[in-house]
């Protein structure tokens, strides 16, 4: 009789391993980023000072999951007008049908491009960023409106090297490079740059800034100040007061992106 019953238990042994084993697997199963990203951001309220001026920047942000595989944010800062027209465009052409991981970075820096081309042709002013799964970034600017990454304690600017028109998908450069100052007029800074850059141990933080926080500091004075908070949000709102502090004439907002 044992020994009849030994097939049937062999077979049911060699089931219950598949089913244990292939419950482990799913268990150690796990989403793609590990990166955290944490954010924070602060638009000064010019109608409670004496100027009586009314901020006219937008801000957004904006987080999709689409499945265990693929998360996407969207940060911007931009003229409220500009933005509004901005966002509409990526919700519409971006967020209703996201391809797999492989195409969604090429995607994103198209979506970016066309949301951005009319803001370009009528002299609009916006910055925005979408972070991949913790580890990619498409990043977009036009006009006053500034991006700008740490990396290592170093501020680093996207920047149309060669002025093409055809090959609009540019790089990310040190502030000061070889030993050149800053140039905050370079003409360059008006023209529609977008990028894809990958995250990296040494990437620390974004910053997105408004016009207002431009004129009064220069990129690397505005990381070394908020470098050492660790909150998002209480950076963001440290540098918008700084920027206050310093009489700013312009819009005053920012949003600040770490990535833990």
Same mark, same amino acid.
């Given at each position: 009789?044992?020994?009849?019953?030994?097939?049937?238990?062999?077979?049911?042994?060699?089931?219950?391993?598949?089913?244990?084993?292939?419950? %482990?697997?799913?268990?150690?199963?796990?989403?793609?980023?590990?990166?955290?990203?944490?954010?924070?951001?602060?638009?000064?309220?010019?109608?409670?000072?004496?100027?009586?001026?009314?901020?006219?920047?937008?801000?957004?942000?904006?987080?999709?999951?689409?499945?265990e595989?693929?998360?996407?944010?969207?940060?911007?800062?931009?003229? !409220?007008?500009?933005?509004?027209?901005?966002?509409?465009?990526?919700?519409?052409?971006?967020?209703?049908?996201?391809?797999?991981?492989?195409?969604?970075?090429?995607?994103?820096? *198209?979506?970016?491009?066309?949301?951005?081309?009319?803001?370009?042709?009528?002299?609009?002013?916006? /910055?925005?960023?979408?972070?991949?799964?913790?580890?990619?970034?498409?990043? !977009?600017?036009?006009?006053?409106?500034?991006?700008?990454?740490?990396?290592?304690?170093?501020?680093?600017?996207?920047?149309?090297?060669? !002025?093409?028109?055809?090959?609009?998908s540019?790089?990310?450069?040190?502030?000061?490079?070889?030993?050149?100052?800053?140039?905050?007029?370079?003409?360059?800074?008006?023209?529609?740059?977008?990028i894809?850059?990958?995250?990296?141990?040494?990437?620390?933080?974004?910053?997105?800034?408004?016009?207002?926080?431009? *004129?009064?500091?220069?990129?690397?004075?505005?990381?070394?100040?908020?470098?050492?908070?660790?909150?998002?949000?209480? /950076? /963001?709102?440290?540098? /918008?007061? *700084? !920027?206050?502090?310093?009489?700013? %004439?312009?819009?005053?907002?920012?949003?600040?992106?770490?990535?833990?």
């Amino acid at each position: 009789m044992g020994f009849l019953d030994l097939p049937f238990m062999l077979k049911a042994f060699r089931f219950r391993r598949l089913v244990v084993e292939d419950g %482990k697997r799913r268990k150690k199963k796990k989403p793609l980023w590990l990166t955290p990203v944490s954010h924070g951001y602060y638009t000064v309220d010019r109608l409670s000072y004496a100027d009586n001026s009314s901020n006219d920047d937008s801000v957004f942000v904006q987080r999709e999951q689409q499945s265990e595989e693929l998360e996407i944010w969207l940060f911007g800062v931009s003229n !409220a007008g500009t933005g509004k027209e901005i966002v509409k465009y990526m919700q519409n052409h971006l967020f209703d049908k996201l391809p797999n991981e492989l195409g969604i970075m090429r995607k994103c820096k *198209e979506t970016m491009r066309r949301a951005y081309v009319e803001e370009e042709r009528t002299g609009g002013s916006a /910055a925005s960023v979408m972070v991949v799964n913790g580890e990619k970034l498409a990043i !977009a600017s036009i006009g006053d409106h500034r991006v700008v990454v740490c990396k290592d304690g170093e501020a680093h600017q996207i920047r149309d090297r060669k !002025a093409s028109t055809k090959h609009w998908s540019q790089f990310i450069f040190p502030v000061c490079n070889q030993g050149e100052e800053e140039d905050e007029s370079d003409p360059r800074n008006s023209e529609l740059v977008v990028i894809t850059e990958k995250i990296n141990s040494d990437t620390e933080f974004i910053i997105i800034g408004s016009p207002g926080i431009w *004129e009064v500091m220069k990129s690397q004075e505005a990381i070394n100040l908020i470098r050492h908070i660790e909150d998002p949000k209480e /950076a /963001a709102k440290c540098l /918008a007061k *700084e !920027a206050l502090n310093r009489i700013s %004439k312009s819009s005053i907002s920012c949003v600040v992106i770490r990535f833990d």
